[in-house]
């Protein structure tokens, strides 16, 4: 639903915020109040086309925002209107393309009126509303389909042209013969030769390094010397006992640690031969990362995927012969289900043509026809047609309507089908209507609040009677300024406004008397 609706520097409307209720809201006011600048702000939170003049005398821009609750999820669509420069839109305060907020719109709103965000003049919405009236089972067509779309992208991959299929069968195999010769076994490979190389790269340095520590820790040495000495100079002192054990200790482990690295010395034997064999592998693995992968394990994937694209390829007059067959199989199972949903959208298109075509005399369109055509034999092709008047053509909706009548066909067709976005609004829906007439439309507008939040824009107090909410729209001017506000009316403030809109006098008792008898049979 939409929760709030915020307008800044739109035409007369220097700043408006309207906090909506669920249920029927009644949009009431004086000709010219801003009434209508309401549904304009709404059209262009939707994506609606935005012109500079739209913005405010004197004002840098106008500013739109919406507040709407879609599957117990918050959003906030907003549209900035520039006086000078392109318009810009927002989602949940992010940068939006146009486009994208009238994808997201038509989920949220339908506008009914003079408006182009009306998603049933859409061939697509007009389907999807047949679908939804015949209760017709598309799941069959769409798994067909869906099985046909795979399988024509598995042909496209095969390739079917000859010479574009050698020149990938040449770079296969060359492809192969690279990835074979490397022989590539283990995924961690580089890692291990990482080390090997670290080990005999430094070979010599290290063979040297361990000599000269042997040897200064050997008995000649300066530490093996040294050691010696500081030994016999606390032998048989007494009171130096404990730190002459432990001099001799040192001496040991010194001792030892000499012989390890002499073992050292003659075992690190130096292999140039190897280091560039481990050098040039490494390169090599390299050079195959960079042309098939990021790690060796990718490499590896790929050599695997490569081997059985290459036997795809190489087997694939018969694999084309299986996916020829495959093909007209697919083929026929769409035509079968498409055949079925076609029958039955056009069964259903006869049953909703009569219905709309009813609700219109409920809707002072006597005269007027709907009629649900189903063009091809799927019956993906669905248009709905009007004939307004005795005489006239059948006319796509969109063509065939002035704005009052199209949102009463509107009204009809959501009376019928009840499916559709959350909220409705309907700017218009009575014009050209008064007396019993306006009273059936404010019960169609409210019986509509079963599955949707209603915004009418009317000037009719029968159809505001029946209203769950009442906002009038009040414009002030002072002589220097014009200023909008929107008044929440209850009891006594709906009386005297109904009384206004019944006779232009809010203070006549019998207007009075009058309105509050509408507002009783519009209650009963």
């Known amino acids: 639903m939409l929760a709030e609706l915020s307008v800044e520097n739109l035409g007369v409307i220097g700043q408006l915020s309207l906090v909506l209720e669920p249920g029927m809201t009644a949009l009431t006011g004086e000709t010219g109040a801003g009434k209508t600048l309401v549904v304009t702000a709404l059209d262009l939170l939707l994506g609606g086309r935005a012109d500079p003049a739209m913005v405010r005398q004197g004002a840098d821009e106008a500013v739109v925002e919406g507040r709407f609750f879609y599957h117990d999820e918050e959003m906030v669509l907003r549209r900035v209107v520039p006086a000078t420069g392109r318009a810009r839109a927002y989602v949940d305060g992010r940068l939006a393309s146009v486009a994208a907020l009238e994808e997201l719109g038509s ?21 999807a509303a047949l679908d939804v009236y015949g209760n017709i089972d598309l799941a069959p067509l769409n798994e067909a389909r869906t099985q046909l779309a795979a399988l024509e992208r598995r042909q496209m991959s095969l390739g079917g042209d000859e010479r574009a299929r050698a020149r990938e069968i040449e770079l296969c195999r060359y492809q192969l013969g690279e990835l074979n010769e490397a022989g590539l076994e283990d995924p961690n490979e580089d890692e291990v030769l990482k080390a090997t ?48 054990e432990r001099a001799s200790g040192l001496a040991a482990e010194v001792a030892d640690l000499a012989t390890e690295l002499r073992y050292a010395t003659e075992s690190i034997e130096e292999n140039p031969i190897r280091l560039a064999e481990v050098r040039q592998r490494r390169g090599q693995l390299v050079d195959l990362r960079r042309k098939y992968g990021d790690t060796l394990a990718d490499v590896m994937a790929f050599h695997r995927q490569l081997s059985e694209r290459l036997a795809e390829l190489e087997d694939f007059d ?25 029958a039955a959208r056009r069964v259903a298109a006869g049953g909703l043509s009569k219905e709309v075509t009813a609700r219109l005399g409920e809707l002072a369109m006597g005269r007027g026809e709907v009629q649900v055509t189903v063009s091809d034999e799927v019956g993906d092709e669905v248009d709905i047609l009007l004939a307004a008047n005795s005489g006239a053509p059948s006319l796509p909706l969109a063509s065939a309507a002035s704005g009052g009548e199209l949102a009463r066909v509107m009204l009809a067709l959501r009376l019928v089908i009840s499916a559709g976005p959350p909220v409705l609004v309907f700017d218009e829906v009575d014009a050209g209507i008064g007396g019993q007439v306006a009273q059936t439309v404010g019960q169609a507008l409210a019986r509509l609040t079963s599955d949707h939040q209603v915004l009418v824009v009317t000037h009719l107090p029968q159809v505001a009677a029946h209203a769950h909410n009442h906002l009038r729209v009040v414009k002030h001017d002072d002589g220097a300024s014009v200023s909008v506000s929107a008044e929440v009316l209850t009891g006594e403030s709906r009386v005297v406004e109904l009384s206004r809109m019944l006779s232009g006098s809010p203070d006549s008792q019998t207007a009075r008397q009058h309105a509050s008898e509408l507002l009783s049979v519009a209650r009963s």
């Open 107 to 127: 989920k949220l709103v339908d506008l009914h009126g003079q408006h182009a965000h009306q998603s049933l003049l859409k061939r697509a919405h007009q389907r």
């Open 197 to 244: 190389e670290v080990l005999l790269s430094d070979a010599a340095d290290s063979r040297d390094a361990a000599r000269k520590a042997a040897a200064t820790l050997g008995a000649d040495g300066a530490v093996g010397a040294g050691l010696a000495q500081v030994i016999a100079s606390l032998d048989k002192r007494a009171s130096l006992h404990s730190q002459h």
């Open 318 to 342: 018969r694999l084309g012969a299986e996916l020829d067959k495959e093909h007209q199989r697919c083929v026929e199972a769409v035509a079968v289900a498409g055949a079925t949903v076609g």
